[in-house]
């Protein structure tokens, strides 16, 4: 199967590397709008007429479905791209739900774009599973930029999320919600900053077990088999990948190199949890 996924940058990698793991020999299709990066600081308006474009370029490539893997995106864009096309087309969320189920009575922080934030989809969400009033929102729009960069430990990066953080007392929380792909990235900080006992949940693994449920895709036997590159011709594993920089197919050595060294990256972070 023909599968699209895409975002304003290279944080959708994170959702395309789970579907590596859970979906291995599908043909997959990931673009990075990376013209436009950060979506998290753009307009309404501004989004929606990116993700359109994208959605009907994926679909001219002949993509059978379409992952958006942007929490974003799917925020502004998600509605009306389901109402103008009739393929399945998931989106992402934050994911506070598990957050809630699988935490004890602490507080519970979401990290994630301005505009997430602000939208109506995270606050129906909240309203749905958040009876207790646990959540915490807070913005960090600067780590889109970092992980743009390929700075994820960086002594700027460090003073960043201890910045964002000092405001809050880190020993009330039990769980550090994921809301931006790009986020993923940085885990390693992350639990570094709270300690062992708080979850970090990100929703790339629910929204590809999603995808298989609705593509009827059958799911790997082996999830958790170590999936590394040494170089980008073995990249590809069991599947075959194209990628789009904002429309342009991605060929040159030096980009399919910094591809490499992200993937190599999520696998590193990935188990951290």
Sequence with gaps: MKIGIFDSGIGGLSVLHEAYHQLPGQEYIFYADTKHVPYGLKTTEQIMGYAIEITEFLIAQGVQAIVIACNTATSV??????????????GMEPAVKPAVEET???????????????????????HRVDEEHR????????????????????????????????????????ALVLGCTHFNYFKP?????????????????GTIRHLADVAKLPL?????????????????????T???????????????????RLHN?????????
């Design 104 to 126: 004890d009575k602490k507080r519970i922080m979401v990290i994630a774009t301005p505009v997430t934030i602000r939208e109506d989809k995270l606050k129906d969400l909240l």
């Design 189 to 205: 900080l992350y639990r570094e900053y709270f300690g062992k006992d708080t979850l970090l949940v990100d929703g790339n693994l």
């Design 220 to 240: 790997s036997d082996d999830p958790d088999r170590v999936v590394l590159f040494d170089d980008y011709h073995n990249m590809l594993y069991d599947s075959k």
């Design 135 to 174: 959540v915490d929102l807070l913005p960090m729009p600067k780590l889109v930029e970092f992980a743009e960069r390929e700075e994820f430990e960086s002594e700027a990066v460090r003073e960043y999320i201890e910045n964002q953080f000092s405001a809050f007392d880190k020993d009330e929380y039990s």
């Design 265 to 273: 990256r999520l696998e590193e972070v990935r188990k951290i949890n």
């Design 77 to 90: 864009a998600v509605k009306e791209l389901r109402k103008r096309y009739s393929l399945p087309i998931l």
């Design 242 to 260: 194209t990628y789009y920089f904002s429309g342009t197919i991605v060929k040159d050595e030096n980009t399919l190199e910094h591809l490499k």
